[in-house]
């Protein structure tokens, strides 16, 4: 499906359930400060079908992503991915790289009509992505699980978290991606929820040097490029003097090609991009964990479509502070996530992004960087 043909006023091109937060690991980032084992009040088999059968009213051919913590800590989730193929969604899994991603469980899920595979790798190496994720063998189990997602013709994608810990890992994980044969490399900005409140961001400056860094390995690269919490990425592709179509992806679907630039808008938190937790909560995003509704008690179509937080977030006009006053608020818009995460109000500027509008003489985001304030223009 073509983002472009999207209408993220009326459906998300992503919808993310997190069916689960259990999970075998203890990984420095988690969103979902994840637990050994399953909450009691976590939505039933039953349930999740019926979510699943409600988010078919969205259109044909919605995405849906089974997420967690570890999807593959519940029993029913292959059942889950079948289930949600008959009724026409397109299925894709996150699972995590521990002794239960077994070749047979990939195998029976490629079986069941999973459309891609999205693995978590935050090293180049053995020892940084164990020592990142908390749990030894990590690495070589998700590296295998890469390797029989390809074998059983499942396409894969890579995702890494972007942080001070992680950042010099970039090149060789890049590297990797590439061996590995994904189609596509997400790369997500480090927003500070979970136990990812403990990790140091990157500065701006750094992050936008990343950025272009990205926008360049997109176009010389045999895989896709977008990015995840950062869609100035879009605004950094768009700026640079050899910038390609190619390199402009930010916040988009896991499932299809890269796209190019001439979309209106990124997909961010709440436009075109919604969350259900795993007891039924249905957030903007799993790094906005401000509830707008509950799908035991209302419509996941509902609630993205009508109430006022999904609205407002879909207004790029409502944005203030210097994301406000950006030409490119319409191409980028900021993290709404990371902007929450440190006032607590999603329409505040994004205080990852070093770019100050022409004219804009406002005051500037600030972020804490190891227990020191900076401002943006620092």
């Known amino acids: 499906m073509n983002p472009r043909a999207i209408d993220t006023d009326e459906r998300p091109f992503v919808l993310i359930w997190e069916v689960t937060q ?10 979902a400060d994840a637990k050994p084992r399953r ?41 889950l991915v079948d289930y949600g193929t008959d009724v026409g969604l397109r299925m894709t899994l996150t699972p995590s790289g521990t002794a239960s991603l077994t070749r047979e469980r990939i195998e029976a899920l490629d079986e069941a009509g999973l ?36 074998e059983a013709g499942l396409p894969l994608q890579i ?25 596509l490399w997400s790369v997500f900005f480090l927003v500070p929820v979970g136990r990812g409140r403990v990790l140091t961001p990157l500065d701006p400056d750094r992050a936008e040097s990343v950025m272009e860094w990205l926008s360049g390995v997109a176009d010389e690269a045999p895989f896709g490029v977008k990015t995840t919490e950062a ?13 390609s179509d190619r390199s402009a992806r930010a916040d988009d679907d896991p499932g299809g090609p890269p796209d190019g630039i001439g979309r209106r808008t990124g997909i961010t938190a709440g436009d075109g991009f919604a969350f259900v937790s ?45 994301c406000g006053a950006c030409s490119y608020r319409h191409v980028c818009g900021g993290s709404r996530s990371r ?35 900076t401002s943006s223009a620092d």
């Not at 010099?168 to 994980?173: D, F, I, N, R, S």
Request: glycine share 12%; with cysteine.
């Open 115 to 150: 459309r891609r595979m999205a693995l978590s790798i935050d090293g180049g190496s053995a020892a940084a992505h164990d020592e990142f994720r908390g749990e030894p063998g990590s690495f070589e189990q998700t590296v295998q699980a890469a390797r029989a997602a390809r």
């Open 22 to 31: 259990a999970c075998g690991l203890a990984c420095k980032h988690c969103r």
């Open 231 to 243: 869609p100035h990425y879009r605004r950094v592709a768009i700026q640079r003097p050899r910038g």
């Open 278 to 322: 795993h007891v039924g909560d249905v957030y903007p995003s799993g790094f906005l964990p401000e509830p707008a509704g509950n799908v035991r008690a209302e419509s996941v179509v509902d609630v993205y479509r009508d109430s006022e937080l999904f609205r407002s977030l879909r207004d790029p006009d409502a944005l203030r502070g210097k």
């Open 339 to 373: 902007a929450f995460a440190y006032t607590g109000d999603p329409l505040e500027a994004d205080p990852l992004c070093a770019y100050v509008p022409d004219g804009y003489d406002g005051p500037l985001p600030e972020q804490s960087f190891g227990g020191r304030e």
């Open 159 to 183: 995702n890494t978290t972007v942080c001070a810990e992680t950042v010099g890992e970039l090149p060789a994980v890049r590297d990797l991606v590439g061996d590995l044969g994904a189609a």
């Open 39 to 79: 909450h009691p009040d976590e939505l039933s088999t039953a349930e999740g079908k019926s979510l699943l059968d409600d988010a078919r009213r969205f259109g044909e051919g919605q995405l849906v992503v089974l997420s967690g913590g570890d999807p593959l800590a519940r029993d029913d989730t292959v059942d």
